[in-house]
């Protein structure tokens, strides 16, 4: 099963939500297709549909409720974040192995630049020793996913003192770049992860 890239370069968070919505729509009327959209976001902090307002501790930014699963996230510029518009019901893949999938393509994107992660088992997102790295939000209806992950490439950390990451108290976050000590092009990156996402998802 072929699917379709589209890498939106730089884009706000509502117009990127506007065309996940119309693309989930096509995947539904027409199931071999299947999309994975890249894109990096104008500062924002997006909250889960179960996510605790408290969270927030500063406005630093615009605030957007969503849809998808998890608390209190920050997107921004140099955070690399992949929304898959994929069809689980006609892949037959459950929701927990997709997220386990989703967590196996930002670890083997990872290590590919020499970065050894984990998933805590009481945790969430994908983390490097006791320093999170990325997040995962994901949103299934109709058996059809939207939103996703975001890695931290090489994005302001400082908007994250603003909030309580994924309601998680204490959190340390980081970022690719701060952990290699040297800049990995977005680009090359992007491109890893599509490799690695039909590895994974196309095989």
Request: proline share 2%.
């Amino acid at each position: 099963m072929l699917t379709q890239v589209q890498d939106l370069k730089k884009k706000n968070y509502q117009e990127t939500l506007i065309i996940q919505e119309g693309l989930r729509e096509q995947v539904l009327k027409n199931p071999g297709d299947e999309f994975i959209v890249l894109v990096e976001h104008d500062h924002v902090y997006t909250l889960g549909k179960n996510a605790n307002s408290s969270n927030i501790l500063n406005k630093a930014c615009d605030i957007i409720q969503t849809a998808r699963g998890g608390d209190v996230t920050y997107h921004g510029p140099g955070q690399l974040v992949a929304y898959p518009i994929i069809n689980l019901k006609m892949r037959k893949i459950g929701v927990k192995s997709y997220v386990e999938m989703v967590e196996k393509l930002i670890s083997d994107t990872l290590i590919h630049y020499g970065l050894e992660s984990h998933i805590p088992f009481k945790e969430t997102g994908v983390w490097v020793e006791d320093r999170k790295i990325a997040s995962i939000g994901i949103h299934v209806s109709r058996g059809v996913t939207m939103h996703g992950l975001a890695i931290n490439i090489n994005t302001d950390l400082s908007y994250f003192e603003n909030i309580i990451s994924c309601g998680i108290k204490g959190v340390k976050m980081t970022t690719v770049d701060k952990e290699l000590g040297k800049k990995i092009a977005m680009n090359d990156i992007k491109k890893q992860l599509i490799t690695n996402f039909n590895k994974i998802f196309n095989a």
